[in-house]
Structures are given as C-alpha cells and as structure tokens.
C-alpha cells in the first residue's frame, strides 16, 4: 500500500516515537519522513487525523541519572491513547555517565535497562507498545548448550509482560527465539534489499549473474540469509563451516581451528561474504583470505551489525593488500566516526526502511510486503540492467 493511500485509512491511534539516546540519530531521520510524507499527504476528515500532520512525532522523554549510577524514566509530555514506538540501539557504546565520578560507558545491560524505565513511564496510558530494538538484546544467547542463562528469552518474555505488544528487529541470530513469546507479534526483517541496493549503487561494474558472482556464507548459521540472497540476485551460493576445538574456551567460545569451503568454483568471480555481525572480524577475514587462496575477484563484506569490538585495523590492513574491496554494514547501531571516513565504507541507511514500517503499522496495515522484498529486488535489478 502506497503512502497516499495509507493516508486514507484511520490511524491506531496517534503516532508517537521514542528514540532512546542510544538511537537518537536514526530516530530523527525515522521521525523526518514520516512528517514529510504526512504533511505532503491529503488524510481523511474525520476526528481521527485531528493530530495526523505534525513537524514532529518524537516524545519527549529523558533517562537522567543519579551520582551513584541509577536512574529513572521520565516523560515530558502525555502519551495517552497514543501508539508509541520505542527504538534503542544496544550495541552503542558510546554513552557513558558518572558512577560516583567515575566514567562508565553504557553496556548493553544498560540500554535494556532504560528501555524498561521508559516503558514503566509510560504505565499503560498507551494505546499501543511496539518495541523496535534492530540488535536483539542478548540474541547470541538464544539456546542452551549447557548449564547456562536464557537471557534472550527471558528478555522477551520481560517486555511483553511488561505491556508491549510488536517487537521488531533486524537479522535476528536466530528467528526461533520468537519461540518465547508465541502469543506476542515478532518480526526480524532481513536488509537484503537495502545490500543489493548499496552494492548496485556503489559499484558500478558489478555483474550479479552466476557467471560473475557468488554469495558466500562464512558459517552454517548464515546459510538461510546467503541462500535468500543467492536466489533472489540469481547467482549461486557456497558456504565455510567451522572447525572449532572443543577442548578449550577463549573468551567465551571454542576458538576456531580452520575453515572448509563447500561450494562451487569461485575463481575469477567476485564475491559477496553475508552474515548477521561482524565482531571482532577475524572470521571475516580468515573466509577472505581462503576465497583468495581459491582465486576469487573481488571480494565485498556485507553485514547488518558492524560491532567491529577489536577495532578496525584488520579491516584497514586487508583493504591495503587488496583483500576486500568494499564494506558494508547498515546504520541500525552505533557506526563510529572513523568507520565511515573509510573510503571501503558503504553505509546502508535503513532509516527509511524503519519510518515505513512504522507509518504502516500506524495505519494497522500489513507490513508483509516489506518484510519480503522480493518484488523490489527485482525491480532494483532491472533498473541498473542486472536482468
């Protein structure tokens, strides 16, 4: 359904956002298109769009802090009735606050944690709660190996006891964590459209075709998004999968001893590695350095979530020897400032993407066709005449 026609239809009830901090940024971009195509739009005349044009959508609400490190969730102004969507980036780093003098920078505990002050402000005089969180809180923690925390599910179950109704990310590291809250609505959308977008737009000579290019998945658990991708850009797929020691544990897993290659012939074929995060990097890289070995063209890094938690030295270094040849991750969390001063860099802005689903579910329409894009992949392919 088109803007315009959205327009038509009654609202759930008056739009408002919350960007925490953390996602302040994107928030302000979300909250400037949806003004934009309000204002541009002729609504219905009935009592239900009094509220409907607006410069602004975003509530304000603050999280201040006490000298000892705790704090509160504070709302300006009245939410009553309205159909509020909350967006936190948990990954952001780069807050901080004073903990009795001393300077501590916000941890993903942290972020959750003024998530639910915010929403305990709001103490049910909301119509509506959807929580919009595109790095899912704890979402590597998502099964039990053994004797161990279920922190995401736990976390799921907290929100939704606590009065959300639809929660939304992005390139959840397993979809079946929704598992938890089988009554509630959850939704983890892919950013294939937006990769093949970037990619389209910012290299010119790309030729996505099996003869000229292959998806690369550089574990078993990237396979599903590799496999999408591959099928709607036409191309073929291969995978790496990891040979792990099972004897020891180094920072919290089991370091990995090698990676093997499952695939067709990758030699004179660009490529393009697709995962959900890049951490540290170091599996990135290794899956680059075996498809060189292998004779691949060149080679692209997709990522939703840029984490880069060891810097981006190795990045800059495979750059350098000619490695990689771009990168890309999207803005859904924290991109420090040297990121995208890299000339490698490709920031893929899913701002709008956000403001679409949020101005559609606004309407109580369905956002089906957003969460499966390939009709607009094929678009976007004929249009740079990969078709």
Known sequence: MSQKDLAQTIPYG?????????????????????A????????????HFNNYKKDSYIIDAVCPRFGS????????????GKDIYLLVDVCNHSLSYK?????NHMSPDDHYQDLKRMIAAISGKARRITVIMPFLYESRQHKRSSRESL?????LQEMTNMGVENIITFDAHDPRVQNAIPLKSFETVQPTYQFIKALLANVSDIRMNAQNMMIISPDEG?????????????????TFYKRRDYTKIVEGRNPIIAHEFLGADVAGKDVVIIDDMISSGESMIDVATELKRRK????????????????LAKFDA??????????????????????????????VDMSKYIALLIDTLNHDSSISGYLDPADRIERILKKYNQK
């Open 318 to 347: 495979a750059y350098e020897s000619g490695l990689i040849d771009r990168l890309m991750t999207t803005n859904l969390i924290y991109q420090p400032e040297e990121l995208l001063q890299r000339e490698y860099y490709i920031n």
């Open 36 to 47: 934009r195509w309000r204002n541009e739009a002729t609504p219905g005349t009935s009592i």
């Open 296 to 311: 691949a063209n060149r080679i692209f890094v997709a990522s939703t979530f840029g984490l880069f938690t060891n810097g």
């Open 151 to 155: 922190d995401c599910a736990l976390a």
């Open 222 to 238: 990237a396979m599903g998004r590799a496999i999408y991708f591959a099928n709607v850009a036409g191309v073929d797929v291969g």
């Open 69 to 80: 490190g705790e704090s509160k969730g504070i709302l300006n102004e009245s939410v009553r």
């Open 14 to 34: 008056d739009l408002g956002i919350i960007p925490l901090e953390s996602s302040r940024s994107i928030g302000e971009k979300v909250d400037a298109y949806i």
């Open 99 to 103: 903990v009795c003098g001393q300077i």
